[in-house]
């Protein structure tokens, strides 16, 4: 008897996401050559040729160039050298490489035991908040290059946010390797509230609000109008990378830290009904993510004399965020890190057939 191979549609995020400001950075062709020079050198202390070829499709520069369209060359270098490069790591010893700060989570965390991913997340941490600090690795002096290149240009109270959901990130994911360890999967509120952090959201936030020369106050994060828009955004870049690293997760055996999982399981339903209802709640977080600008930019015409200018930034951060749920998704078809070479017939016909489940490996030095 034959078998089916089990195949899902995705919700099409990209058309619903239309009307959010799109474009691309008209800086990315100069600013992706210094970014992946600077790389290339780490690439090849860290990597083998397999694993280097594969994050170089990913082309994790593009990322920023969709996700930041507005910011000026040396910003969207910032971008491309936090969001768009990717880390290795070799725990254990004394020799830790990065080739980049953001997606080494992604690849080498996969790897990781609760108790190494704690360990990285400390030297991360360490050397983002204290100048002075150096433990000798590559991946101590880079972040340290990092700190010293970028984060100059970043307000008070948006540098403070930076390292503090640092902090928050870096460390959830020694959590998020603890589950895997042992099998867990969580239930709908608490996989959300954990995916918060470990999609590292927050700082790529922080980051475009540093890089706009904007600092707003901590009361604007407190009031309602913004926070809704703020968390909408959020869940909407999380939500739709789960969707879309589905099926690469379960190809790889980890499947249990994706929305998807969660959801069949907590709904106890399918793999489509799961896909169809994460496409539902999008729709419901965009709706919420516009009425948040909406009720910013009243705010602005109602403003007392000397408030208005900070309405009007967090208007601005408001859009930036746009910038970035739609850049996100747009970048997820043009790259190939989650559908390989078929992410352009999939981005047309929105059908994802699954990879047997276990059956991709990527170790980093092959």
Known sequence: MNS???TFMLPDLEGMFSVLPGGTNPHYEATRQEARHWIAHYNRLTFGPMMTGFLENCDFELLSCYAYPQLDKEGLRATMDWVGSSTSLAMGTANVSQVNILWYVDEVTDT???KDAGRTADVVCRT??????????????LIADFRNNHLARAGPEATRRFLKHCKQTFFTFSKEAELRERSEVLSIRDYLTLRKETSAVRTAFDLSECL???????????????RKGYEASMDLIYLANDLYSYDMEQAKGHSGANVITVVMKAKKIGLQEASDYIGTLCKDLLSDFQGSQREMEALVCKAKKGEAGIFRDA?????????????????CFETERYFGKENKNIRKSLLVTLLPENSVSRPLDE
């Open 112 to 114: 990781e035991t609760g």
């Open 315 to 331: 208007v601005r951060v408001l859009e930036t965020y746009g910038h970035l749920v739609r850049g996100n998704v747009e970048w």
């Open 4 to 6: 089916i191979t089990p």
């Open 128 to 141: 983002l908040q204290e100048p002075d600090y150096d433990d000798g690795t590559t991946l101590c002096r």
């Open 212 to 226: 706009m020369g904007v600092d707003l106050p901590e009361v604007v994060y407190n009031m309602d109008s913004f």
